[in-house]
């Protein structure tokens, strides 16, 4: 197994903090999300706090069903944020989504 990087471990510390009680396979898939290149040149806390966000809105509300509606894609997450708001608390997540964030 190789060696963890600085970034790894920031990115694992941050995911610890904000969602202490996530399952695995979320805390997994947001992980990966949250080290992808596009998030490199993000603070770690940050860029988990936006793959947590979009992983929980794309697999845990209705989101991608509003979108094959019709609706835009800020309609759409006004209309999903207390679904997303709901899994971060039964995570007991440290931050919730303000409307309109």
């Avoid at 694992?12 to 990966?32: N, V, W």
């Avoid at 999300?33 to 509300?61: D, G, Q």
């Avoid at 997303?84 to 989504?97: E, F, H, S």
Wanted: without cysteine.
């Amino acid at each position: 197994m190789s060696a963890r990087t600085g970034r790894q471990r920031a990115i694992a510390k941050a995911l610890t903090a904000l969602l202490p009680m996530a399952p695995y396979s979320d805390i997994e898939a947001i992980r990966e999300a949250a080290l992808a290149r596009k998030m490199r040149e993000l603070p770690p806390s940050i860029a988990v706090w936006i793959a947590t966000v979009a992983h929980v809105r794309h697999v845990h509300t209705q989101y991608d069903e509003l979108l094959d509606e019709g609706y835009d894609r800020d309609a759409a997450r006004h209309f999903v944020v207390d679904e997303i708001n709901q899994v971060l608390t039964g995570w007991r997540a440290t931050r919730l989504v303000e409307e309109g964030e």
